[in-house]
Each structure stands twice: as structure tokens, then as C-alpha cells.
């Protein structure tokens, strides 16, 4: 094993092993660092907890860098329509992948089968290294020249060093780069049930003033609910026996919900709205959650953080392509100059839905109501968000765009 790399990934979640993948067959020498293998995967055994909606520019770039196909092959669930509403169903705005001519709006997979994914492509590449268990005890940031110091006491060093190592992440703390935070006063509590009915192609959400009401599909006859509400909400349904909680999804979840035949598991996650001040630095860069960290209402953040990855992977090829210092401020500044501000876009969004639909003023009700029956007419708009949502409309980086 070597011990100097020309860059160092810390975290091979989603993010990080993506970034690996899409520098496979590069020049440059790659060590990711990762803490936990996931499990392997195996037909039939239960869905994970944590799933996520990936978009058609998130799915185009893990085609691009050679992981849809094992993702594909475990297990993941296409949804073509996808549902909002307040008040009452009927008056739903509804986005159908039909209207504007595409097979999907996206999938919804586990994020251990998306982390396996990558993981076993990244392994494909001669030029990356995994390096896995590996916990990392210390991270030294020295612009151009880290060392990263494992638990078993071996020493790596990188060039350049890229943190993706999650909301709390070490490499941003070592190089010294603050954040902007604030909890959200909700959590989202999370459960993978078994319904009556067969695999759905549908996603809804109904906005409450304690938070939305969420259904994803899952394969078969499984689908994952979200119930965001306040932590002393949460704390009391986590608290409740299983028929207890069916029984409370059943009362409160819309009549869409259908009938739910059992629980398999739940779990809930605090929520919080984090942003570094900054995404590089010389010698380093950031990305996916150890960069920002946003609602998930919308199911954007590994989303944003797939097209961090397009983005930092074009910098640094281009760097390769055109003799340029890779780990430089100059260069790295280009990447972050392409993706700060749409992720700062995304998270102002994703808080105007936060604080609007949490809100029980009379006139902001209306007014929101309005808007989302004029969204659903509106025959000009409506497929404009339908493709944002879907990631193939606004700046979309090269490797994460369809030819
Ligand atoms: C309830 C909920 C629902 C969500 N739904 C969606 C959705 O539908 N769509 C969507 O796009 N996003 C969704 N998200 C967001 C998404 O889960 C995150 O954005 C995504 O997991 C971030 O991936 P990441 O690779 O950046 O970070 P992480 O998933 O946090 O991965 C970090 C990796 O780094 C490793 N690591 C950390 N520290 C070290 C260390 N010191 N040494 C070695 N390894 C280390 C960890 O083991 C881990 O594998 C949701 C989030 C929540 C909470």
C-alpha cells in the first residue's frame, strides 16, 4: 500500500466514492479513506431506512462513471408521477414524467446499494485506492502536503485533500473552514413499511403547518413514509408499539396512503441547515454534506452533492488535461465558484418551503394554496419545474449531463 497519493478522499459514502469513480483512469494517484464497508446485498433481504430520490442528472452521472448498472441490478424503484398538496388532494399539483415526454422523473434507492455501487467500481480503477475500514485519528491540512493518520497508526498523505466525510466532517475542521448552521425545529421520522398494494410509480407529499406527510415507493410491495414533525412529536410516535404507530399513520396520512399491512422499522433523523463558508482552500476541497447540508423535503441533497462531484471531477481533468497545479487556489476556486452559489439557491428554496408550509396564517394559507393550484395550470411553467426537479434543467455540469 502506498502512502503518498496525489489526492486523498476522506469518506467513501456516496459522495466520496463518487468522486473516485469519475477520477478513475486519470493520472492521478487516489486514496479513499472510509470508516465502515456497508453491508453486502442480497435479494430479499429487508429495504433499508435510509433511501433517497435520486434525480435524472444524478443517475446520468453515475451512468457517465460506470455505477448505474450496479445499482440497477440490486434494487431501486422509478417513479414517473410525483404529487403536492395542502389543503385537500383534489386540488393537488401534479408533475407526471408523461407531460413533458421523458420515461422517469427519478428513482428511489437505498443509500447502502448506491454506496455499494460505487464502491465496486471505484475498486475497477487501478489509480484509487481503497482504503476500507480505515477510521482516520488525525487529519493534519498542510496546503499541498496533508497527512491523514489512521486509527492503526499508518500515515497518508495527499496533495490535495478532498473532504467528504459528512456533515461533520474532520478535513473541514482541519483545514479550518467554518460554517453557517441552525436546526430546523423538526425531524423526520422515517419508516420502511409493507403495503397492500403492489409497487407504486407515484411520490406525494401533503404539507401540514407540523411538517409535510411523505410516501416513497420502494420495490414490490414496500415504500418508505417520511412524517416530519416536531422533535417532542417525534420522540412520542418513536415511543409507541408498532400498532400504535400504523394506527396513528392511518389517521393522519392521507387517503392515498392506501392500507399499510406492516411496519418493518423506523428511525428518525434531527434536521439542520449547514453551509461551509467556504468549499476549497489551497490544497483542499469539500463536497456533498461536509459542504452543505439542506431539508430534505425535496430530496435534493445527495443530488447537489452528485453534481459537486461532476463539477470537482471537470476542474480536476481539466487541470490534468492542461498541466495546471490541480490542488491550487486558482484552481479550485473554479469549482467552487460553480457550485456555492446554485447550492445556496437550492437551500434558500427548500427553506422557503420550510417556513411557508409551516405557518398557520390564514392569508399565507390561501396565498400558498393559490400557488399551487396556479402551478398546476400554468401550461408554460409547470414542465420548467418538472425538469429542475429532475436536475436536467438550469447549470448542469458536463458529466452529469445527457448527450
Ligand atoms: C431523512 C433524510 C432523507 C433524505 N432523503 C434524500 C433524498 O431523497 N434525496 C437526496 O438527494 N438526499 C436525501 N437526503 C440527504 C442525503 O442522505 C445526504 O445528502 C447524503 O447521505 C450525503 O452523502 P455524503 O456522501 O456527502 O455524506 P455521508 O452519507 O455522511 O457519508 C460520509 C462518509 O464518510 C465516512 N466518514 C466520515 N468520517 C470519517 C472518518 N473520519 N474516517 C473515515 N471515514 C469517515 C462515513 O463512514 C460515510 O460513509 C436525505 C437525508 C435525510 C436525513
Redesign the pocket.
Known amino acids: 500500500m502506498k502512502t503518498e497519493y496525489d489526492i486523498v478522499i ?8 463518487a468522486i473516485a469513480c469519475a477520477l478513475g483512469g486519470s493520472r492521478y494517484q487516489v486514496a479513499v ?4 464497508y456497508p453491508d453486502a446485498f442480497e435479494t430479499g433481504q429487508p429495504h433499508d431506512l ?6 435524472v442528472a ?1 443517475e446520468t452521472l453515475l451512468k457517465n462513471i460506470g455505477a448505474w448498472d450496479g445499482i440497477i441490478s440490486r434494487r431501486s424503484c422509478p417513479y414517473r408521477r410525483m404529487k403536492v398538496w395542502e389543503a385537500s388532494e383534489a386540488t393537488a399539483t401534479l408533475f407526471d414524467s408523461d407531460q413533458i415526454g421523458e420515461n422517469h422523473l427519478g428513482h ?1 434507492v437505498e ?1 447502502r446499494i448506491t ?1 455499494l455501487a460505487l464502491l465496486e467500481t471505484l475498486k475497477q480503477h487501478s489509480n484509487v485506492d481503497l482504503i476500507c475500514p ?3 485519528r488525525r ?1 493534519d491540512y498542510s496546503a499541498g502536503s496533508s497527512i491523514v493518520e489512521l486509527e492503526d497508526g499508518r500515515e497518508i498523505i495527499g496533495r490535495l485533500l478532498i473532504g ?7 478535513v473541514r475542521q482541519a483545514a479550518g473552514i467554518g460554517i453557517t448552521k441552525w436546526d430546523y425545529n423538526q425531524q ?1 421520522l ?1 419508516a420502511s413499511v409493507v403495503t397492500s398494494y403492489p409497487q407504486q410509480d407515484i411520490t406525494w407529499q401533503q404539507f401540514t403547518p407540523t411538517g409535510p406527510l411523505a410516501f ?1 415507493p420502494l420495490s414490490g410491495y414496500h415504500a418508505s413514509l ?1 412524517w416530519y414533525n416536531t422533535p417532542d412529536q417525534v420522540k412520542r410516535l418513536m415511543a409507541l408499539s408498532d400498532k400504535a404507530f400504523l394506527d396513528a399513520v392511518h389517521q393522519t396520512f392521507p387517503k392515498s396512503i392506501g392500507q399499510i399491512d406492516q411496519l418493518l422499522e423506523r428511525g428518525f ?1 434531527p ?1 439542520r441547515r449547514q453551509h461551509a463558508q467556504a468549499y476549497v482552500a489551497e490544497g483542499v476541497a469539500l ?4 459542504a452543505h ?2 431539508h ?1 423535503l425535496a ?7 452528485f453534481m459537486d462531484v461532476a463539477m470537482l471531477a471537470e476542474v480536476l481533468l481539466e487541470a490534468e488535461a492542461q498541466g495546471e497545479a490541480f490542488y491550487s487556489l486558482d484552481t479550485l476556486k473554479k469549482y467552487e465558484q460553480a457550485r456555492r452559489k446554485q447550492n445556496l439557491l437550492m437551500m434558500q428554496t427548500m427553506d422557503a418551503f420550510y417556513h411557508v408550509f409551516s405557518n398557520n396564517n390564514l392569508p399565507l394559507k390561501l396565498l400558498r394554496n393559490i400557488g399551487l393550484g396556479v402551478a398546476d395550470k400554468l401550461p408554460f411553467a409547470k414542465p420548467h419545474v418538472t425538469r429542475f426537479a429532475m436536475g436536467i434543467e438550469g447549470p448542469v455540469p458536463n458529466l452529469a449531463k445527457r448527450t
Open positions: 476522506v469518506g467513501g459514502g456516496m459522495v466520496g466514492a479513506i472510509e470508516g465502515l435510509r433511501v433517497s430520490a435520486l434525480s444524478s428511489i443509500n454506496q480505515a477510521k482516520t487529519v467528504a466525510d459528512g456533515g461533520e466532517s474532520r423526520a422515517v416513497l417520511v433523523f434536521l463536497a456533498g454534506d461536509a447540508m439542506i430534505p430530496g435534493q441533497g445527495v443530488n447537489i452533492g
